[in-house]
């Protein structure tokens, strides 16, 4: 069984520029969150996706920001204009089932660098 | 968001020792998950608890979910070195569907 997918691994971008990071959860799953977390810190969350519906983005800047999850394909976290502050490791996690508190299955990640 | 305090935030320890750590709230869960976190890998769910004073074991691990619903506790018995890790809480409100993240607990275990 696959588990959740992320790339890439690894992200460099320059000032300015546009990142996108895609995520494919677990097969089965339909429902996708995104987590920041900078160096020596927690996970921060940012935005939770019900395939082709954002439920929460309380936890997404409200600007340069955004997330989908369409109907077919992986989930996608875009950064426009990036800048050096974005500089993190951002982690998508899946479940099946949101209201029963099953937990998450984490992907290993996509470490962004703004230089 | 919500803040979920984690301690202690460090732990050196001797191979074999037992360790303790745990997360408080100042909000109510319904959920409490414990999850490890190896460099340069996501989190992996060790335990999850679902009811206030349920206490789940996992081989070496346990953990508490709290009688007020607002902490939880994990314990390692017999630390080895593959338990160096950070170990997160993560505790998911009755309204809310995502889960909250504690600050972490870096672990080194001293062969």
């Known amino acids: 069984n696959a588990g959740v997918m992320q790339n890439p691994r690894h992200l460099v971008r320059r000032r300015g520029q546009e990142a996108r990071l895609r995520c494919s959860p677990v097969?089965?799953?339909?429902?996708v969150y995104w987590y920041r977390q900078l160096p020596e810190e927690g996970l921060k969350f940012m935005v939770y996706?019900?395939?082709?519906?954002?439920?929460?983005e309380s936890g997404m800047p409200k600007e340069r920001f955004s997330a989908e999850f369409p109907k077919e394909g992986p989930s996608i976290l875009r950064i426009q204009q990036v800048v050096r502050g974005d500089s993190a490791a951002y982690f998508c996690?899946?479940?099946?089932?949101?209201?029963?508190?099953?937990?998450?299955?984490f992907g290993s990640g996509t470490r962004l660098t703004v230089v | 968001g919500q803040q979920l305090n984690q301690s202690p935030q460090s732990m050196f320890i001797q191979e074999g020792e037992d360790v303790s750590m745990n997360c408080t709230s100042s909000?109510?869960?319904?959920?409490w998950l414990w999850y490890k976190q190896d460099p340069g890998e996501g989190p992996v769910l060790l335990i999850a608890?679902?009811?206030?004073?349920e206490l789940t074991s996992n081989g070496r691990l346990t953990a508490q979910f709290g009688i007020t619903r607002k902490d939880s506790f994990l314990n390692i018995s017999a630390s080895i070195p593959s338990d160096v890790g950070i170990y997160f809480c993560?505790?998911?409100?009755?309204?809310?569907?995502?889960?909250?993240f504690g600050t972490g607990t870096s672990l080194t275990v001293i062969p």
């Open positions: 996690a899946s479940s099946r089932n949101a209201e029963r508190g099953d937990g998450y299955t």
């Open positions: 097969k089965g799953h339909s429902h």
């Open positions: 996706l019900q395939k082709e519906n954002i439920i929460d």
């Open positions: 909000s109510i869960f319904n959920t």
């Open positions: 608890l679902y009811k206030a004073g």
């Open positions: 993560a505790g998911q409100l009755f309204e809310r569907n995502q889960f909250y």
